[in-house]
Protein backbone atom coordinates (compact mmCIF):
# COMPACT_ATOMS: atom_id res chain seq x y z
CA UNK A 1 0.00 0.00 0.00
CA UNK A 2 1.16 3.42 -1.16
CA UNK A 3 0.08 6.23 1.38
CA UNK A 4 -2.35 9.00 -0.80
CA UNK A 5 -3.57 11.82 0.39
CA UNK A 6 -2.62 15.75 -0.38
CA UNK A 7 -0.87 16.13 3.00
CA UNK A 8 2.02 13.70 2.67
CA UNK A 9 5.61 14.60 2.04
CA UNK A 10 4.81 17.82 3.68
CA UNK A 11 7.48 18.34 6.50
CA UNK A 12 8.23 21.33 9.51
CA UNK A 13 9.67 23.77 8.14
CA UNK A 14 9.39 26.10 11.02
CA UNK A 15 7.34 27.27 14.24
CA UNK A 16 6.71 30.91 16.21
CA UNK A 17 7.52 31.21 19.71
CA UNK A 18 6.14 34.28 22.09
CA UNK A 19 7.69 35.47 24.99
CA UNK A 20 7.76 39.08 27.08
CA UNK A 21 11.24 39.35 26.04
CA UNK A 22 12.19 38.43 22.33
CA UNK A 23 15.62 39.37 22.76
CA UNK A 24 16.60 37.41 25.54
CA UNK A 25 14.59 34.43 24.03
CA UNK A 26 16.24 34.91 20.59
CA UNK A 27 19.94 35.09 22.10
CA UNK A 28 19.34 31.55 24.13
CA UNK A 29 18.27 30.25 20.55
CA UNK A 30 20.92 32.10 19.08
CA UNK A 31 23.71 30.49 21.10
CA UNK A 32 22.25 26.91 21.86
CA UNK A 33 21.31 25.79 18.79
CA UNK A 34 24.07 28.20 16.64
CA UNK A 35 21.34 30.29 14.56
CA UNK A 36 22.03 33.11 12.94
CA UNK A 37 19.65 36.24 14.33
CA UNK A 38 17.51 38.62 11.88
CA UNK A 39 15.18 41.31 12.75
CA UNK A 40 12.06 40.90 10.75
CA UNK A 41 9.87 44.18 9.37
CA UNK A 42 7.07 43.17 12.02
CA UNK A 43 9.16 42.89 15.10
CA UNK A 44 9.61 39.72 15.36
CA UNK A 45 13.16 38.14 15.25
CA UNK A 46 14.17 35.09 12.82
CA UNK A 47 16.56 32.30 14.39
CA UNK A 48 18.01 30.70 11.03
CA UNK A 49 20.95 28.16 10.51
CA UNK A 50 20.88 25.33 8.11
CA UNK A 51 17.80 23.30 7.97
CA UNK A 52 16.61 25.01 10.90
CA UNK A 53 14.46 28.35 11.93
CA UNK A 54 12.21 29.99 13.75
CA UNK A 55 10.66 33.22 14.81
CA UNK A 56 10.89 34.80 17.99
CA UNK A 57 7.90 37.43 18.69
CA UNK A 58 5.82 39.75 21.27
CA UNK A 59 3.26 38.05 23.32
CA UNK A 60 2.39 35.54 26.27
CA UNK A 61 5.41 34.00 27.29
CA UNK A 62 5.95 30.31 26.43
CA UNK A 63 3.37 30.71 23.76
CA UNK A 64 3.43 28.94 20.30
CA UNK A 65 0.65 30.25 17.56
CA UNK A 66 1.68 28.41 14.82
CA UNK A 67 3.78 25.73 13.38
CA UNK A 68 4.40 26.13 9.49
CA UNK A 69 4.71 22.90 7.26
CA UNK A 70 5.83 23.37 3.70
CA UNK A 71 5.45 21.66 0.67
CA UNK A 72 8.03 20.55 -2.10
CA UNK A 73 5.95 22.99 -5.01
CA UNK A 74 3.19 25.26 -5.76
CA UNK A 75 1.14 22.31 -7.35
CA UNK A 76 0.82 20.48 -4.09
CA UNK A 77 0.42 23.48 -1.99
CA UNK A 78 -2.85 24.19 -4.45
CA UNK A 79 -4.11 20.65 -3.93
CA UNK A 80 -3.72 20.52 -0.46
CA UNK A 81 -5.82 23.87 -0.24
CA UNK A 82 -8.59 22.35 -2.49
CA UNK A 83 -8.90 19.46 -0.71
CA UNK A 84 -9.07 21.25 2.75
CA UNK A 85 -11.31 23.91 0.93
CA UNK A 86 -13.90 21.00 -0.44
CA UNK A 87 -14.25 19.89 3.46
CA UNK A 88 -15.12 23.38 4.34
CA UNK A 89 -12.53 24.72 6.31
CA UNK A 90 -11.77 28.11 7.25
CA UNK A 91 -9.15 29.40 5.54
CA UNK A 92 -7.20 32.05 6.53
CA UNK A 93 -4.37 34.15 5.54
CA UNK A 94 -0.54 33.11 6.52
CA UNK A 95 1.02 35.12 9.68
CA UNK A 96 4.35 33.98 8.81
CA UNK A 97 6.90 35.67 6.62
CA UNK A 98 8.90 33.23 5.67
CA UNK A 99 6.22 31.20 3.02
CA UNK A 100 5.72 32.36 -0.64
CA UNK A 101 3.04 33.99 -1.72
CA UNK A 102 -0.17 31.26 -1.80
CA UNK A 103 0.54 30.15 1.34
CA UNK A 104 -2.28 29.67 3.99
CA UNK A 105 -3.40 29.14 7.59
CA UNK A 106 -5.99 27.02 9.84
CA UNK A 107 -7.24 26.92 13.06
CA UNK A 108 -7.25 24.02 15.63
CA UNK A 109 -9.22 23.09 17.84
CA UNK A 110 -7.42 24.72 20.73
CA UNK A 111 -7.18 27.73 18.70
CA UNK A 112 -3.54 27.19 17.36
CA UNK A 113 -2.81 28.06 13.78
CA UNK A 114 -1.31 25.44 11.24
CA UNK A 115 0.39 27.00 8.43
CA UNK A 116 0.75 25.21 4.86
CA UNK A 117 3.12 26.81 2.28
CA UNK A 118 6.53 26.65 -0.01
CA UNK A 119 9.49 28.33 0.83
CA UNK A 120 10.07 32.26 -0.03
CA UNK A 121 13.55 31.88 -1.50
CA UNK A 122 14.52 34.74 -0.74
CA UNK A 123 13.71 33.89 3.24
CA UNK A 124 15.46 29.87 2.80
CA UNK A 125 17.57 28.75 5.85
CA UNK A 126 21.13 29.63 5.79
CA UNK A 127 24.23 27.89 6.57
CA UNK A 128 25.44 27.10 10.26
CA UNK A 129 28.30 28.45 11.80
CA UNK A 130 31.47 26.08 11.00
CA UNK A 131 31.88 23.19 13.84
CA UNK A 132 28.80 22.81 14.67
CA UNK A 133 26.93 19.14 14.00
CA UNK A 134 23.48 18.85 11.69
CA UNK A 135 20.17 19.84 13.49
CA UNK A 136 17.34 19.74 11.59
CA UNK A 137 13.85 21.24 12.72
CA UNK A 138 12.05 17.91 12.24
CA UNK A 139 9.62 17.98 14.45
CA UNK A 140 6.64 19.65 17.05
CA UNK A 141 4.04 18.67 19.61
CA UNK A 142 1.29 20.09 21.54
CA UNK A 143 -0.64 19.06 24.77
CA UNK A 144 -4.22 19.63 24.99
CA UNK A 145 -7.10 18.96 27.46
CA UNK A 146 -9.57 16.58 24.76
CA UNK A 147 -7.91 14.66 22.42
CA UNK A 148 -11.25 13.66 20.78
CA UNK A 149 -11.84 16.70 18.57
CA UNK A 150 -7.80 17.21 17.60
CA UNK A 151 -7.34 14.02 16.61
CA UNK A 152 -10.72 14.48 14.18
CA UNK A 153 -8.69 17.37 13.46
CA UNK A 154 -5.23 16.49 13.01
CA UNK A 155 -6.22 13.20 11.29
CA UNK A 156 -9.79 13.32 9.46
CA UNK A 157 -9.20 16.94 8.28
CA UNK A 158 -5.23 17.72 7.98
CA UNK A 159 -4.14 13.95 6.50
CA UNK A 160 -1.88 13.62 9.52
CA UNK A 161 -1.37 10.01 9.28
CA UNK A 162 -1.71 7.96 12.95
CA UNK A 163 1.82 6.03 14.19
CA UNK A 164 1.41 5.33 17.73
CA UNK A 165 -0.92 5.55 20.23
CA UNK A 166 -0.41 5.45 24.07
CA UNK A 167 -3.03 4.24 26.51
CA UNK A 168 -2.93 4.43 30.11
CA UNK A 169 -5.04 1.33 31.80
CA UNK A 170 -7.90 2.93 34.32
CA UNK A 171 -9.21 1.88 37.37
CA UNK A 172 -12.21 0.07 36.24
CA UNK A 173 -10.59 -1.51 33.80
CA UNK A 174 -10.91 0.76 30.56
CA UNK A 175 -7.97 2.24 28.63
CA UNK A 176 -7.97 6.30 28.17
CA UNK A 177 -5.45 7.38 25.20
CA UNK A 178 -3.01 9.82 26.36
CA UNK A 179 -0.84 10.48 23.55
CA UNK A 180 -0.98 10.27 19.71
CA UNK A 181 1.98 10.81 17.36
CA UNK A 182 1.63 11.25 13.46
CA UNK A 183 3.76 11.42 10.75
CA UNK A 184 2.90 13.28 7.37
CA UNK A 185 6.56 11.74 5.56
CA UNK A 186 8.45 8.08 6.15
CA UNK A 187 9.49 9.44 9.76
CA UNK A 188 7.70 8.50 12.84
CA UNK A 189 6.33 11.88 13.63
CA UNK A 190 6.04 15.14 12.53
CA UNK A 191 3.89 16.23 14.94
CA UNK A 192 2.26 14.98 18.08
CA UNK A 193 -0.04 15.33 20.94
CA UNK A 194 -0.53 14.60 24.71
CA UNK A 195 -3.04 14.81 26.80
CA UNK A 196 -2.89 17.04 29.74
CA UNK A 197 -4.28 19.25 32.21
CA UNK A 198 -4.34 22.44 29.88
CA UNK A 199 -3.87 23.28 26.19
CA UNK A 200 -0.44 24.33 25.56
CA UNK A 201 2.58 23.72 23.68
CA UNK A 202 4.99 21.06 24.54
CA UNK A 203 7.88 21.07 22.35
CA UNK A 204 9.74 20.54 19.26
CA UNK A 205 13.06 18.97 18.41
CA UNK A 206 16.30 19.05 15.49
CA UNK A 207 16.82 15.98 13.86
CA UNK A 208 20.66 14.79 14.54
CA UNK A 209 22.88 12.44 12.35
CA UNK A 210 23.91 9.84 14.77
CA UNK A 211 25.12 9.04 18.66
CA UNK A 212 27.85 11.63 18.51
CA UNK A 213 25.86 14.58 16.82
CA UNK A 214 24.01 14.22 20.80
CA UNK A 215 27.53 13.92 22.83
CA UNK A 216 28.66 17.22 20.64
CA UNK A 217 25.55 18.82 20.69
CA UNK A 218 25.21 18.16 25.37
CA UNK A 219 28.89 19.41 25.23
CA UNK A 220 28.27 22.49 23.31
CA UNK A 221 25.10 23.38 25.91
CA UNK A 222 27.54 22.41 28.50
CA UNK A 223 30.11 24.70 27.50
CA UNK A 224 27.25 27.88 27.38
CA UNK A 225 26.22 26.14 30.93
CA UNK A 226 22.85 25.15 29.71
CA UNK A 227 21.71 22.08 31.89
CA UNK A 228 20.04 19.26 30.22
CA UNK A 229 16.33 18.95 31.61
CA UNK A 230 15.61 15.28 30.09
CA UNK A 231 18.15 12.93 28.85
CA UNK A 232 19.87 11.49 28.00
CA UNK A 233 17.63 8.48 26.87
CA UNK A 234 15.54 6.58 24.21
CA UNK A 235 11.74 7.02 23.72
CA UNK A 236 9.59 3.92 23.35
CA UNK A 237 7.80 5.50 20.21
CA UNK A 238 9.80 6.59 17.75
CA UNK A 239 13.20 4.56 19.26
CA UNK A 240 14.67 7.61 18.86
CA UNK A 241 17.40 9.27 20.77
CA UNK A 242 17.19 12.31 22.74
CA UNK A 243 17.91 15.21 25.38
CA UNK A 244 15.77 18.14 26.25
CA UNK A 245 16.71 21.71 27.32
CA UNK A 246 14.73 24.72 28.37
CA UNK A 247 14.55 27.92 27.17
CA UNK A 248 14.40 31.16 29.27
CA UNK A 249 10.24 30.47 29.52
CA UNK A 250 10.77 27.20 30.41
CA UNK A 251 9.88 26.04 27.10
CA UNK A 252 11.29 22.18 26.12
CA UNK A 253 13.58 22.02 22.80
CA UNK A 254 14.61 18.06 21.88
CA UNK A 255 17.65 17.11 19.89
CA UNK A 256 17.05 13.58 19.04
CA UNK A 257 18.62 10.72 16.60
CA UNK A 258 17.58 7.68 15.21
CA UNK A 259 13.95 8.73 14.66
CA UNK A 260 11.94 5.72 13.51
CA UNK A 261 11.53 5.46 10.06
CA UNK A 262 7.77 3.86 8.97
CA UNK A 263 6.76 1.83 6.04
CA UNK A 264 3.71 3.14 4.17
CA UNK A 265 1.57 0.20 5.62
CA UNK A 266 2.46 0.11 9.12
CA UNK A 267 -0.96 -0.25 11.29
CA UNK A 268 -1.22 2.08 14.14
CA UNK A 269 0.65 0.83 17.32
CA UNK A 270 -0.18 0.49 21.17
CA UNK A 271 2.60 1.80 24.00
CA UNK A 272 1.23 1.56 27.84
CA UNK A 273 1.24 4.65 29.46
CA UNK A 274 4.27 4.48 31.83
CA UNK A 275 7.61 5.58 32.13
CA UNK A 276 9.32 2.81 30.31
CA UNK A 277 7.52 3.79 27.02
CA UNK A 278 8.31 7.47 27.66
CA UNK A 279 11.98 6.52 28.10
CA UNK A 280 13.35 2.97 27.72
CA UNK A 281 16.43 4.35 29.83
CA UNK A 282 15.34 5.62 32.77
CA UNK A 283 12.34 8.28 34.49
CA UNK A 284 10.31 10.31 32.29
CA UNK A 285 8.38 13.46 31.49
CA UNK A 286 4.66 12.40 32.35
CA UNK A 287 2.19 14.58 31.54
CA UNK A 288 -0.42 13.05 32.47
Given at each position: M???????????????????????????????????EKSLGDGSILLQGEDRRLIVGSGIAGDQ????????????????????????????????????????????????????????QTQAPGRSPEGHPPGRMQHVVVATTDLAPMMAFYEGTLGFVPTDHVMRDDEDGGQTLTAVFYRSTKEHHSFAMFLSDAARPDHHAYEVSCWDDIRDWADH?????????????????????FFMVEDPDGYKVEVSAELENMADDDPVREWPHNERSLNLWGQSWMRV
Amino acid sequence: MTINNPLWGAELDHIRLDTADPSKTASFYRDAFAMAEKSLGDGSILLQGEDRRLIVGSGIAGDQPYSAFRFADEAKLATYRAHLTAQGMNIMPSPTPLFAKGAFAVSDPDGRQMVFGVVDQTQAPGRSPEGHPPGRMQHVVVATTDLAPMMAFYEGTLGFVPTDHVMRDDEDGGQTLTAVFYRSTKEHHSFAMFLSDAARPDHHAYEVSCWDDIRDWADHMAALEIKLWWGPGRHGPGNNLFFMVEDPDGYKVEVSAELENMADDDPVREWPHNERSLNLWGQSWMRV
